[in-house]
Every structure is written in structure tokens, then in C-alpha cells.
């Protein structure tokens, strides 16, 4: 099933890039966000009314809900989309794949987690590999400003945020699919006083591009994908889960091979196995230690 879930992700994730660029034009983004992330509530409250599972978090669950609201379905995207201004995609591609180390740190300040080393292990090939796959593009377009790698940490940042306090509402017995609804609307709320609060015009396209690319968003990429992306958070730890934004780009290109043209080089190609490398790597089950060597390690 985790297995499932993992290809999942990555494929519909590493495909949203395209129905991206399609809502591109007349509405401004942030709407265009809102749009994604009210309709994605919009189903998933449906689904909850209609399974009987519709409850409201209280106490420190709200909180942690508004918390994921926040970092996951508004200010992440916020974040990117002002560092995209600035920055290469490939370098904010690579700077957003940090999150399996970043998932690992946090977890480890936050909740005491034992930093396991094939984890970061992993993550170090996957982000190497990114560097090599992207490179003409990052050398071309350059480093850009400070200010755009710091928004792309800073989405990175709140993405790992969101991901652990997901953790954290699955261990109070709250299910993925509870805590993304009100999150999402969380989001939306946010997203729609800013664009009031911006006198951005409240416009919506009709054309067929721009609404079949809301739908593919809002439904695989939204209700499919970060549902199935934070089970995975509960179920094999924020450090494994976030992997999977190390293969999103890959996809992503061999889409583009297929759509664009892209053609392989042979320093993408190094860069796409050690990717594969570092997905081993994260995955490998550590080997176990007697519990005599065990108790000898901790004296």
C-alpha cells in the first residue's frame, strides 16, 4: 500500500507542473490558488458528510489545523511563486527537494527523532543528482537574488512545517483526509482576503485550458495527492515521505521529453541515477543491532 501511495504522489505531483503553466494569464495566482484549494474543500467536506466523518478539531488540533492551513495550502505556494520571479525553476526545483533534510532536522528538534543516516545519506545523492539535471538551466539563468533563494527556503520551510504537524494531528487519531479539508479552507480564507485586501480583480477564465487544469489541480493534485502524500507522512515518517519531492522533477522531465522536447544529457543522466541512488538509500532498512552491542553504545 505505502508502496501505492508513493507512486501515486509522484506522479500526479510531477505532472501538476503542466496544468500550472495552463492556469497562467488573466487571473492573478493567489485566486487562482484559492480557486484550487476551495474546490479540493469543497469535495473533500462532501466526502466527509457523506461517509459520516464530518467533525470540527478543537482544542490544540484546531490550532495545529490552522497551523497546516497555513504552511501547506497558502504560504508554501506564496512563497515559491515569489521565489520563480527570481530564481531558475531548476534551482528552486532543488532548493524545494532540501525537504527530506529539512523533515529530518525538524523532526529531530521538535519531537527527539534518532537522525537516521541513510536518510540523510539519501537526501545528499537526490539533491546532488537535482544540481546535475538541472545545471545548464541553473548556469544559464544564474543564482538570481538572495531574496528569491530565501523565499524558496522559506516555502520550503513551511512545506517541512506542515508536513510534521500533519504528523502530529495523526497521532491525536485525526485521519489526512479530516485535517486537509479544514486546512484547505484555512487556505483559501487567506488567500481570498488577500487578493481583496490587494484590490486584485476577482476574475475567472472559462476556457477549457484554464478549467480542466483547476480540476487536475484541485482534484488529483490536491484532494488525490496530498491526501495520499500525508498518509505517507504518518505512515513512514516526514523524512521518508519528502523523498518523493526529490522525484517530482524527474518526472517532470521526462514529461517534457515527451511534450517538449527535452532531450537527455549525459550529466542529466548521472544526475538521474544518483537520484535513484539516494531513493534506495532512504528506503533501505537499517540493519539491526544485538541488543547487547545496543546497550554497550549507550554507556
Known amino acids: 500500500m505505502n508502496a501505492v501511495l508513493y507512486a501515486g504522489v509522484v506522479l500526479i505531483w510531477g505532472t501538476t507542473w503542466i496544468a500550472l503553466k495552463w492556469q497562467l494569464g488573466e487571473v492573478p495566482i493567489a485566486l ?10 469543497l469535495i473533500l467536506f462532501a466526502w466527509l458528510a457523506w461517509r459520516g466523518q464530518l467533525a470540527r478539531p478543537r482544542g490544540r488540533a484546531a490550532l495545529w489545523v490552522l497551523g497546516q492551513g497555513l504552511c501547506l495550502f497558502c504560504l508554501n505556494f506564496v512563497c515559491f511563486l515569489q521565489a520563480s520571479q527570481t530564481l531558475a525553476s531548476g534551482l528552486v ?15 529531530r528538534a521538535l519531537h527527539g527523532r534518532r537522525l537516521a543516516p541513510q536518510v540523510l545519506a539519501g537526501g545528499a545523492f537526490g539533491l ?6 538541472f545545471w545548464p538551466e ?11 533563494l530565501a523565499w524558496a527556503l522559506a516555502g520550503t520551510l513551511c512545506f517541512s512545517c ?5 504528523a502530529a494531528l495523526q497521532n491525536e487519531g485525526l485521519k489526512p483526509v479530516q485535517t486537509n479539508a479544514w486546512g484547505m479552507l484555512v487556505g483559501t480564507l487567506v488567500l481570498l482576503g488577500y487578493a481583496l485586501l490587494a ?5 475567472f477564465e472559462t476556457s477549457w485550458r484554464y478549467t480542466g487544469a483547476l480540476l487536475y489541480l484541485a482534484i488529483p493534485g490536491s484532494v488525490i495527492g496530498f491526501t495520499a502524500y500525508l498518509t505517507m507522512v504518518g505512515r513512514l515518517g516526514p523524512e521518508r515521505a519528502a523523498y518523493s519531492t526529490v522525484l517530482f522533477p524527474v518526472v517532470a522531465l521526462n514529461v517534457s521529453a515527451w511534450l517538449e522536447g527535452y532531450r537527455w544529457t549525459a550529466p542529466a543522466l548521472a544526475g538521474l541515477v544518483l537520484v535513484m541512488l539516494g531513493n534506495v538509500l532512504v528506503f533501505r ?6 541488543p547487547a552491542l545496543e546497550a554497550a553504545q549507550r554507556q
Open 128 to 133: 546532488a543528482g537535482l544540481v546535475l539535471l
Open 162 to 166: 506542515g508536513n510534521l504537524l500533519s
Open 93 to 107: 526545483a532543488v532548493v524545494f527537494s532540501s525537504a527530506t533534510l529539512w523533515n529530518a532536522l525538524l523532526a
Open 32 to 41: 487562482s490558488i484559492a480557486y484550487r484549494f476551495g474546490l479540493a474543500a
Open 285 to 290: 532498512r537499517p540493519r539491526r543491532t544485538s
Open 199 to 203: 484590490g486584485l480583480p476577482l476574475v
Open 138 to 148: 541553473i548556469q544559464a539563468a544564474g543564482t538570481g537574488s538572495v531574496s528569491g
